[in-house]
């Protein structure tokens, strides 16, 4: 039984045991092609959600644009729709970097310093800063993002955007690029970033300039991406930190699970037990229409779909992985009933 450490941690008191790991697989090329278009077109005609227009470029987007895409750990990729139609990565990239910054400082540093329990409030909240002593609770909400952001490796904000740009392009497995009109335009309507960044600073939680902590975040959002690009970065996740096309290792393996772990905790925001409940999978998701699902051992899906819901998931993305979720057999908590038959046939 685990108890809780002084300082509200749990001690789970493993050591240094080597970890088992046990996972399936996808079905065969076919069905998980068959899937995808079913999933494409079971929904490419859903309309509900809006487009996200406070930052001015995102209200842009084509609001019938909606690609899939499927990477299997193997680097079988399987798309539809408009799969390769660009938009900016938004809150998507904070999962990466999370990643980045946890192969860079380790486990418990990165843990200690962001945290990794859901606020249950918005995204973008000031009160979940106050009513937590500034603590930024995890790295999924802006304030925690930030946070990791600021304790990227680099001596200038130059270096550490450097650091970002080239290492989630290594998940993407090809040099990923900036949408300097997105980025310009999240620059002139940020201020509410700019007003967490000053108070994570207040309380120690920031230890270089704010301002320049929010223009590398803000860069960072405004990366362009696929759904391709988002299935390929994802699956690295579940290959264990190997890029299923490049062949390069990104991270390491037990950086994967401490950011899957998070994203299953709190990557939908407010909707994340919610999300995990009905979908069972680790995910993200972005303001432009992104959302990234990963099974580990067996690969992701990438959506893009610019129309949101209130919470700010793209509302097809989230139907087409909740499909996709049930018949490719992702779910995390799924299982069935023992029979000696069907062990002795495995």
């Known amino acids: 039984m685990s108890t809780p450490t ?7 008191d493993v050591g240094n045991v080597e970890q088992a790991v046990s996972t399936g697989a996808l079905p065969g090329w076919d069905d998980v092609e068959s899937h995808v278009g079913a999933a494409y077109e079971r929904y490419r005609s859903h309309q509900a959600g809006v487009v996200a227009d406070y930052i001015p470029a995102l209200a842009e987007a084509d609001p019938e644009a909606f690609g899939i895409t499927v ?39 990165v843990r200690d310093r962001v945290g990794v329990n859901n606020t249950g409030l918005a995204f973008n909240s000031v009160i979940a800063i106050e009513l937590n002593d500034g603590h930024p609770m995890n790295p999924m909400v802006n304030a925690g993002a930030m946070a990791t952001t600021a304790m990227i490796p680099g001596a200038t904000a130059a270096e550490q955007w450097e650091q970002i740009r080239s290492g989630l392009s290594r998940f993407a497995g090809r040099q ?18 700019r ?64 950011t899957l772990s998070v994203l299953a905790a709190t990557g939908m925001y407010e909707r994340s037990g919610e999300w995990l409940f009905e979908i069972g999978l680790p995910a993200k998701s972005g303001v432009a229409g992104g ?3 990963v099974a580990p051992g067996k690969g992701a899906i990438g959506t ?43």
């Open 71 to 109: 990477a299997e750990v193997n680097g079988e990729l399987h798309p539809a729709g408009t799969a390769s139609a660009v938009f900016s990565i938004q809150s998507i990239a904070k999962a990466f970097v999370y990643a980045l910054v946890c192969e860079a400082l380790g486990h418990d540093g």
């Open 291 to 293: 959302i990234v699902a």
């Open 176 to 193: 990923l690029e900036l949408d300097g009109g997105v980025y310009r335009s999240e620059m002139l309507t940020n201020q509410r970033n």
């Open 6 to 12: 002084s300082d509200g941690k749990m001690d789970l």
């Open 195 to 258: 007003a967490i960044a000053a108070l994570l600073e207040s309380y120690g939680r920031i230890h270089i300039d704010p301002l320049e902590v929010v223009d590398v975040y803000t860069r960072q959002c405004s990366l362009l991406v696929d759904s391709r690009d988002l299935a390929v970065m994802g699956a690295t996740l579940a290959d264990g930190g190997v890029n299923p096309l490049t062949q390069q290792r990104v991270v390491s393996a037990g950086v994967c699970r401490d």
């Open 304 to 346: 893009y779909s610019p129309r949101l819901d209130s919470a700010g998931n793209s509302v097809r993305g989230q139907r087409a992985t909740a499909y996709l979720s049930r018949t490719l057999g992702l779910n995390l908590f799924a299982s069935n009933a023992y029979s000696e038959q069907g062990s002795d046939q495995q």
